[in-house]
């Protein structure tokens, strides 16, 4: 899942909170991060815990704002 990051200098620590998580993620450019949970068992599990991970990340960082572009 491809997440869209309002300040692309937190592109990196993003990553870090989800690697930290169990999740595998990467930067994919500009101000994108690419974002998996190999081991969810279908699709929407994967995409709840995805965004419940960032809504804490967000949380943590309330001057910026996120985008699930998917």
């Known amino acids: ?10 592109v990196d620590d ?8 169990g999740f595998s ?13 190999p081991d969810a068992p279908e699709r929407d599990q994967e995409r709840r815990e995805v965004e419940l991970h960032l809504r804490v990340w967000l949380a943590m960082h309330p001057d ?7």
């Open 14 to 21: 993003l990553c870090e909170s989800f690697r930290r998580a």
């Open 1 to 10: 899942m491809l997440i869209r990051l309002s300040d692309p200098t937190l």
């Open 25 to 37: 993620a990467r930067s994919a450019g500009g101000s994108m991060a690419e974002v998996e949970r």
């Open 64 to 70: 910026v704002a996120a985008e699930l572009v998917d």
